[in-house]
């Protein structure tokens, strides 16, 4: 993987994650976010603790759903198509969708429903685009297994396979304002050719500038 | 942890029927200390069978409380930091005033003359219960199955002065399912000829009626797969019958000791009446004025208060944007698993206290 040290001023890092970090720059305090997909809820009782957000969140997983709400998360078991309906226009700063878009069954819907109740949305998804899937497609001849990819065709979660400039041109279509975009291979920043050299992207979107 | 029943009489409630019982006594235990702020103090609410002796061992009696396992030192209510309370429903046959009191206008037993009584008065009553106490608002309200109901009529009537909201296995009205089965309840008890239209107290008491209704509660609680495992189609050898109707036939009888067949009649009819969302447009327009925590729980195999109808409490508090945790626990015990499945509650519940003791505060 990267080569990068902990003395790199490039990695980031929050729990482990790479996207964490940057959703934890960009998230301002006392804002309130819905992390959609939230887990075992580490982000929100981060964001809880150290921004003093408003921390909500939905999980489909009732393990993790109990693990949450056990740490002090309001999290709701359900699912994210769904739940989204419910919820008034803005009625959150952030909405946050973490590695989850390319599991989603409706994923347009689901983005224009977190700019409809989030004033903004942070996405973050992994990069079909990256030189080691391709690689792995070319040399190979089979559905590209990866670090980032690692499940059999059979049994992944995956079902759409885009990439960085895939999103950028929904976006462009969709009319949305990309007010930041990151892109990270490991915790280290890619500031060049993000499609080819970025396993992961980060993007916080608005509906109008 | 030994406890003790306590009484406290009020001059009058008004009843949502209209009439005014004068006066109404309550029976209520408390566990933990009240804070110096009077903010750590938290309302249980019992189901429809229990009673003001929720957790402990009672001094007379020397048995444990309906939800000893859960409130306790250390427990998901834990006693060192809260303060809590639980008391008689109104209707009750545990102390607190019922259809088995005198009626000091008579000097005669209420009987069926005791007026009909709602899910709203009982709460009322508790409201009364807690101001006496000298808690203006409490940092939490919780309960199970019909003590759910009573969590949900608190957050609706008295947002201000409830801090969060813990309903679990509950619904916001009966549907027509839970209505028949309290209807069977209260046909097999009514055709006891012992019940003598009500009039039975210092007499023979209407036994099997009363029994029977509880046999067909008990079935409601369980699920297929727990009756399956517990019974299957096991015999008692001694007695020539299957082991679920050994089973049943004990719990009715032993439930004629502990509850009075009137009381079984008004308060299932008070659960069968209420409906959260009666006279409004919405449920969502109920909570209005809510600022009020939710933790809402259901569980998996509860077909008697299935997952839906807490969803669609969850659902209603969504639409605006209110703060609501909810979760369908996994459990193979059907209705009874808010009585049963300990662990996962006590975690949730805790790290919920927790959250919400932080944001009251902060304030």
């Known amino acids: ?47 809880a603790d150290n921004k003093d957000v408003d921390a909500r969140g939905v999980e489909m997983d009732g393990a993790k759903v109990q693990k949450a709400i056990a740490k002090g998360v309001s999290c709701y078991q359900g699912d994210i198509e769904e739940c989204l309906a419910d919820y008034p226009d803005h009625a959150f700063d952030y909405v946050i969708l973490s590695q989850t878009l390319q599991e989603i069954r409706q994923p347009l ?40 990819f690692p499940h059999d065709w059979f049994d992944s979660p995956n079902i759409h396979f885009f990439t960085i400039d895939d999103f950028e041109i929904l976006a462009a279509r969709e009319e949305w304002y990309i007010e930041k975009r990151v892109f990270l291979d490991g915790n280290r920043e890619v500031k060049m050719m993000p499609n080819l050299l970025a396993e992961t992207a980060v993007y916080l979107v608005r509906r109008n500038r | ?61 020397q048995q444990k409380g309906w939800w000893d396992s859960m409130i306790g030192p250390g427990r998901g209510f834990d006693t060192d930091q809260y303060f809590v309370i639980c008391s008689n429903v109104l209707g009750g046959c545990r102390g607190t005033t019922g259809p088995g009191s005198i009626n000091p206008a008579t000097g005669e037993i209420f009987a069926m003359t005791f007026p009909v009584i709602t899910i709203g008065d009982m709460v009322r009553l508790q409201a009364k219960l807690i101001e006496s106490l000298g808690i203006e608002k ?63 107290y210092g007499g023979k008491l209407p036994g099997r009626g009363l029994a029977v209704a509880r046999m067909v509660g008990h079935i409601t609680y369980m699920s297929d797969e727990s009756m399956r495992q517990k019974f299957g189609r096991r015999q008692r050898e001694d007695q020539g019958i299957f082991e679920v109707e050994s089973y049943l036939r004990y719990r009715g009888s032993q439930f004629v000791d502990r509850f009075d067949a009137n009381s079984y009649l008004y308060i299932t009819k008070a659960m069968d009446l209420f409906d959260l969302a009666a006279g409004q447009q919405s449920l969502t327009a109920v909570l209005e004025r809510s600022k009020t925590k939710f933790l809402v729980i259901s569980f998996t195999s509860d077909w008697l208060y299935p997952s839906y109808q807490s969803q669609e409490v969850v659902s209603a508090l969504r639409r605006r944007n ?6 369908e626990l996994t459990s193979k015990y059907g209705h009874d698993a808010f009585l049963v499945e300990v662990e996962e509650q006590s975690e949730i519940v805790k790290g919920f ?10 304030r």
């Not at chain 1, 030189?131 to 980032?148: I, S």
């Not at chain 2, 209110?322 to 979760?327: E, G, L, S």
């Not at chain 2, 206290?353 to 902060?362: A, F, H, I, S, W």
Request: aromatic letters at 8%; a neutral charge.
């Open chain 2, 138 to 200: 409490l940092l939490s309200v919780a309960g199970g199955s019909m003590g759910g109901m009573q969590v949900l009529e608190w957050a609706a009537r008295y947002p201000d002065r409830v801090a969060s909201a813990i309903p679990i296995a509950t619904t916001p009205r009966h549907s027509a399912q839970q209505i028949a089965f309290n209807e069977v309840g209260r046909q097999a008890i009514m055709a006891d000829p012992d019940w003598s239209d009500g009039n039975y």
């Open chain 1, 109 to 148: 819907q689901v983005l224009n429903d977190m700019l409809r109740v989030g004033r903004r949305a942070l996405v973050a998804f992994p990069n079909f685009g990256h030189w080691r899937v391709r690689l792995a497609h070319l040399f190979t001849g089979r559905a590209p297994k990866t670090t980032r």
């Open chain 2, 1 to 61: 942890m030994v406890v003790s029943t306590q009484s406290k009489r009020f001059a009058s409630l008004e009843l949502d029927c209209g009439v005014t019982l004068a006066p109404v006594d309550v029976a209520y235990q408390t566990y933990g200390t009240l804070n110096a702020d009077r903010s750590n103090a938290i309302l249980i609410m019992h189901a429809f069978s229990g009673d003001a002796h929720a957790a402990g061992v009672d001094e007379q009696t």
């Open chain 1, 1 to 47: 993987m990267t080569a990068a040290s902990n003395n790199d001023p490039f990695v980031r890092d929050l729990l482990g994650r790479g996207d964490y970090a940057i959703f934890s720059e960009i998230v301002a305090p006392q804002t309130c976010v819905l992390d959609l997909g939230c887990g075992d809820g580490e982000l929100l009782r981060w964001l």
């Open chain 2, 353 to 362: 206290l927790v959250r919400v003791t932080k944001g009251v505060n902060r």
């Open chain 2, 322 to 327: 209110q703060d609501v945790a909810y979760i």
